[in-house]
């Protein structure tokens, strides 16, 4: 069984990927999404990469009932203070301190 | 009459950066500039500025103008720029003679880009700003190892999860859901894809 720790709005997250293996992409409902390396090909014009190392911290939790119970966190980012939507299975990109 | 000979006296202040030698205070010829610098002042030429950078140097520093004299008697003139490094100084030149100039060794660089010629406020800024950067570099690399060591800890929120399940990034048949999550959120525009 694997580590594990709960974190809730507030908590902070470090990307623990290797950089540019990752992306916040702003899509065309102007909202900003995590995108991983294997869904690169979801990426808009307008989009970074992310740098390992890089700070976030947690700035909503929502679960969604109308999409299965689905649970979307917004990170926002230290870089330039933007949020985007990650969705949970996405947060292992990132570790806890 | 030919001007041959000049060559290979003109031939070390060539190429860029070349123009400047530096006359240390421990040197001989130090005693010539200081004797020079002191004519300007009588002259009424202002001095202090660039006496009291030198001195913070131990070193004079001038600018290579002309080669005059003959073959038999050469000197080398120099231009001593008292008021900043990039104007021109036609009134104030020393000469020296060709054999002692010889010895002069070359600057290396502009006054201008070894901030010779920065007050001693300046400096300290300049200072104060590579020890930050410096800093700063020091605490990103040690960031990115603290990252790489640090145990794979998972987050999820409570009760989302059964914390029976091994966890993994993503693979690649999570493209399609991932096109769905898009679509649910109105992210794409549906023709495109």
Redesign the interface.
């Known amino acids: 069984?694997?580590?594990?720790?709960?974190?809730r709005v507030g908590?902070s997250?470090?990307?623990?990927?290797k950089s540019d293996t990752a992306f916040v992409s702003k899509?065309?409902?102007g909202?900003s999404?995590f995108?991983?390396g294997?869904?690169k090909?979801?990426l808009s014009d307008d989009y970074s990469s992310i740098k390992?190392?890089e700070y976030f911290f947690i700035t909503s939790?929502k679960?969604l009932r109308d999409?299965n119970?689905?649970?979307l966190?917004t990170l926002s980012r230290e870089k330039d203070k933007k949020q985007f939507?990650i969705?949970?299975?996405?947060?292992?990109?990132?570790?806890?301190? | 009459m030919s001007s041959k000979w000049k060559l290979k006296y003109v031939a070390k202040y060539k190429g860029r950066g070349n123009c400047w030698i530096k006359i240390p205070f421990s040197s001989p010829a130090s005693k010539v500039v200081k004797k020079k610098l002191l004519s300007f002042k009588e002259k009424g030429f202002d001095i202090e500025n660039y006496v009291s950078l030198c001195n913070r140097k131990e070193f004079y520093w001038l600018r290579y103008h002309k080669i005059i004299g003959n073959e038999d008697n050469p000197f080398v003139v120099y231009e001593i720029r008292i008021n900043g490094s990039k104007v021109d100084h036609k009134a104030n030149l020393i000469s020296i003679p060709a054999k002692i100039s010889e010895k002069f060794e070359l600057l290396g660089n502009t006054p201008h880009k070894l901030n010779l010629e920065l007050s001693d406020q300046e400096l300290l800024l300049i200072q104060k700003k590579k020890e930050v950067e410096v800093k700063k570099e020091e605490t990103?690399s040690v960031?990115?190892e603290v990252?790489?060591s640090?145990?794979?800890?998972?987050?999820?929120?409570?009760g989302?999860?059964s914390?029976?399940v091994?966890?993994?990034?993503?693979?690649?048949s999570?493209?399609v859901l991932?096109?769905d999550?898009?679509l649910?959120?109105?992210?794409?525009?549906e023709d495109v894809i």
């Open positions: 069984m694997s580590n594990m720790k709960e974190v908590s997250l470090w990307f623990c990927k899509m065309k409902n909202k999404y995108v991983s294997t869904n090909d979801f390992n190392g939790i679960t999409q119970y689905a649970t966190i939507v969705r949970w299975k996405d947060l292992f990109h990132f570790c806890t301190k | 990103n960031k990115e990252i790489e640090l145990p794979n800890l998972m987050s999820y929120p409570e989302c999860v914390p029976m091994n966890f993994r990034l993503p693979g690649r999570d493209r991932f096109e999550f898009l649910t959120e109105g992210a794409l525009v």
